[in-house]
């Protein structure tokens, strides 16, 4: 069936360091490919998405590249903050159901 | 406009005690999904519901557990003989079919915390 695999944490890193989140699916057909992001004592929400092969999302100064060719949908950004430690998840939607990665906590110090 | 909202946010009942977790999705949204999160796990899929299709229950842990959507909108999710491995944040989502990416997107609502003593 549909999976999605993320890398695990938890990820640490310094402020203003280069940050890659890696997520790998494995799916029938065309699934949309999506990064959720949970803030400390928050619920989940929507971060970026991707609905077809080389597109970008993008948001918050965060982008992933939907990769067909090798089934991944990587997180990266170019400079994190303090502010960006979160759990992030990678998901998939293949129809109406959505299956989600176990999440990668990541923690950015000062 | 107004997001998924869960009630209550918190709730603390007692070892076998039966608690109700309720969920109000978006208007207009036809999916809802329930998941439980243990403290520091990612997100264990319990029950989803498609208009007025039959609930898909795969992700249920046991037969204590149950839930219902009525009229297509309101859900609520019943815990039965709480255990305290029951202890989690339990969310809800609703979700929408985007014809302009031909895709669906979650909304997740703030879960309610659910401690058994």
């Known amino acids: 069936g549909d999976s999605v695999t993320q890398m695990e944490g938890p990820v640490t890193l310094s402020e203003e360091a280069f940050l890659t989140i890696n997520c790998t699916y494995t799916?029938?057909?065309?699934?949309?490919l999506f990064w959720y992001v949970q803030y400390p004592g928050e619920g989940l929400q929507l971060l970026l998405k991707?609905?077809?092969?080389?597109d970008k999302g993008s948001n918050k100064g965060f982008e992933a590249t939907y990769r067909k060719e090798t089934t991944s949908f990587h997180l990266e950004k170019g400079s994190v903050q303090v502010s960006d430690s979160a759990v992030y998840f990678c998901?998939?939607?293949?129809?109406?159901?959505?299956?989600f990665g176990k999440g990668t906590r990541l923690h950015i110090l000062p | 406009g107004a997001g998924v909202s869960q009630s209550p946010s918190n709730k603390v009942t007692e070892k076998g005690k039966d608690v109700e977790l309720r969920c109000d999705p978006i208007?207009?949204?036809?999916?809802l999904y329930w998941y439980r999160q243990s403290l520091g796990q990612g997100l264990e899929f319990l029950i989803y519901?498609?208009?007025?299709?039959?609930?898909?229950k795969s992700g249920l842990p046991s037969d204590r557990f149950s839930a219902e959507r009525t009229g297509g909108s309101v859900s609520t999710l019943t815990i039965q003989r709480t255990q305290q491995e029951d202890s989690a944040v339990y969310l809800c989502?609703?979700?929408?079919?985007?014809?302009?990416?031909?895709?669906?997107?979650?909304?997740f609502g703030p879960g309610t915390r659910l401690t058994v003593t």
């Open positions: 208007s207009g949204h036809t999916a």
């Open positions: 519901f498609q208009g007025n299709s039959a609930p898909d």
């Open positions: 799916a029938t057909g065309y699934p949309s």
């Open positions: 989502a609703s979700s929408y079919y985007s014809r302009r990416d031909s895709s669906y997107e979650q909304y």
């Open positions: 998901a998939l939607s293949n129809g109406d159901k959505i299956i």
């Open positions: 991707a609905t077809k092969a080389d």
